[in-house]
């Protein structure tokens, strides 16, 4: 099954999964491959019930939500999204994937101050990840917080040289100042 997944052959490994499942029912491991494979093989939807199945049988649920949750973002189930990385960081609050999906999120649905809070924690736990900065930078700049946004910009380029949404943005807020 995982040499199938390895190379890549999806549908061949999604096949291979399901009769698995069929003996071990309650398998997260089994669920997860099954939900990658069927992502990989472009069946979002059904990715997304293996991962909603995947997190009723995980140890770690935090690693689990955030899985369905990735997959929700890109099926345009933002709503349910936003519910599942919160479900994540309930069972890990520093759960950084969590965290940082979570507040670009936010930004992206316009909660700009829910996104802010959620950002400065991850910001908290890691200051290395230049996106983070950048959403950060984002959310200030749209409650009006100019400097603050500028600074954040500022790390993210510092952090990548090479983030060129980065450069952008900076330039935009330098413009409004």
Known sequence: ?????NKGLFKEAICKISEL???????YFLYNVLAVSQANNNHLE????????????????????VNL????CKIGKADKAITNYQQALESNPDELAALNNLGSLLVEKGQYQEAISILKRQIKIDPHQPKAFFSLSLALKNVHQVEAAIDAAERAIQLDRDFIEAYHSLGKLLIQT
């Open 1 to 5: 099954m995982l040499g199938l997944f």
């Open 21 to 27: 499942l069929e003996s071990h029912p309650t398998s």
């Open 46 to 65: 059904d990715a997304e019930a293996a991962f909603l199945m995947a997190s009723k049988f995980a140890s770690d649920k935090s690693e689990a939500f």
């Open 69 to 72: 949750a990735n997959i929700q």
